[in-house]
């Protein structure tokens, strides 16, 4: 991973009944850390992280930022501290031990991820090659055991990982991207805007084995701005979108449970707005590490 570089694996899953949803991402080269942006991104691998997010009841956030000694992995692994991912090759469990910003609590257990396909490759995002995005398992079940809190459930999931040989701010203005669990399958929509003023815009649809298909893509749908005005809107079949649950909303990203209609299905897709420009606001950046606090050893 060269200086300035990133990759992470990121899990989102929502349960059956809706009332329930989590996101985990490891990070390596923490795209949105403001310490390695101070750093200079020499050492990428000095700041990993994972980012454990509750959404419902109970409701939890937990973001540590670490350095190189705390970081171990091989080909089938990843440890950042006290917190791992496996996978064996039909499963990849997460086992999470962290701590909760601001007030700090535990928030520990297993997470079980049971891919139905995996997808044959990555897609570049940027016309150089330098950012790559492989949604691994568009079509996927999920399984949370979790101690502290106590909380059990099982829904739908989405498995997907991403690098780049430079930051993202470099290369992106914005995007939005969601993911729709269908009947059979999944969908995709990623609405990329680069620093050059192109786009790129993908419409995919994921057999349950993993085969993409490129679809037409739908009709534009506004969504009202968030809490903190960011600007945000998606695609749907009949260009009508709404928000069914807010999951996250920050000064420079948003992810949201929506109502859409994608593939000719009512669907509740998850939904995610980034504006990259704000997030190298310099007032943002002094804001995050009260969000996403550096161990110190």
Not at 3 to 23: L, N
Not at 47 to 55: I, P, Q
């Amino acid at each position: 991973m060269p200086p300035g570089g990133y990759a992470w694996w990121y899990v989102d899953g929502v349960s059956d009944d809706g009332q329930h949803g989590i996101t985990v991402i490891a990070f390596l080269g923490s795209v949105f850390s403001p310490y390695y942006a101070w750093s200079g991104r020499g050492d990428p691998i000095n700041h990993s992280a994972v980012n454990v997010v509750l959404y419902g009841r109970p409701k939890a956030w937990a973001m540590t930022e670490r350095g190189r000694a705390s970081v171990a992995r091989n080909a089938t692994s990843l440890a950042i501290g006290p917190s791992a991912m496996e996978w064996d090759g039909t499963e990849l469990t997460i086992r999470v031990d962290e701590v909760t910003s601001p007030l700090p609590s535990r928030l520990s257990g297993t997470i079980r991820v049971r891919p139905a396909g995996i997808t044959p490759g990555p897609f570049t995002l940027d016309a150089e090659g330098r950012h790559r995005w492989w949604p691994l398992a568009p079509s996927s079940r999920i399984e949370v055991a979790l101690d502290r809190p106590s909380l059990r459930w099982n829904g739908h999931a989405y498995f997907d990982t991403n690098d780049g040989d430079v930051p993202l701010e470099e290369s992106f203005r914005s995007w939005t991207w969601s993911r729709s669990t269908l009947r059979r399958g999944a969908a995709i929509l990623y609405d990329v805007e680069r620093r050059d003023g192109s786009r790129q815009d993908l419409s995919l649809r994921f057999d349950p084995d993993g085969t993409p298909r490129p679809i037409e893509p739908p009709g534009p749908a506004a969504l009202p701005p968030t809490l903190w005005r960011l600007p945000r809107a998606t695609r749907s079949d009949d260009g009508r979108a709404s928000v069914v649950r807010k999951f996250e909303d920050a000064p420079f990203y948003s992810r949201s449970l929506l109502s859409a209609r994608i593939c000719g299905e009512a669907v509740r897709p998850v939904h995610e707005a980034l504006d990259l420009d704000r997030f190298t606001n310099p007032l943002v950046r002094l804001m995050l590490p009260f969000r996403m606090p550096r161990a110190l050893r």
